[in-house]
């Protein structure tokens, strides 16, 4: 059982390091660097280029990030208390409503630089969430049985 749970917990850091990949290939798909205000500074032909590449990476991160908060809570059903499980399980949920926003108002608006803010605002939170619950989560899976 100790070897499943060392697996889970090197997946949870692999998991850990591509989030954090994407969202850093997500900020730096605007060229223009964080100083723009408007996509509609751009020519044409690279709004087309930078909406698509960040509608596709913004996609892939919060399937990714679902698919992360999912394989969690699927690990927290035995030898976690509840006192971490529920707490954790809600910042999965608010974590979600975030992601959510930002897809939401990217499809409506089509705005990459809001899109790219959104994201900069949920790896945030990701960070805090890596160190306040995942870590401890780790701990648990680590620990003697």
Known sequence: MTAIREQAVLRIRQDHEYMLDLARRIAACCTRGPHVDSC?????????????????????FVEVTLRHTLFESMLMEEGVPD???????????????????????????????????????????????FEEYDRRLEEYLLAPA
């Open 40 to 60: 509609w500074q751009c020519l044409p032909e690279s709004q087309r280029t930078c909406h698509a590449d960040i509608e596709q990476l913004v996609r892939t």
């Open 83 to 129: 006192a971490h499980r529920i707490p954790h399980r809600q910042a999965h949920l608010e974590l979600a409503e975030r992601l959510k926003s930002v897809r939401v108002v990217f499809a409506r608006d089509g705005r990459c630089v809001d899109a790219i803010e959104g994201i900069g605002a949920v790896l945030a939170t990701l960070l805090r969430h």
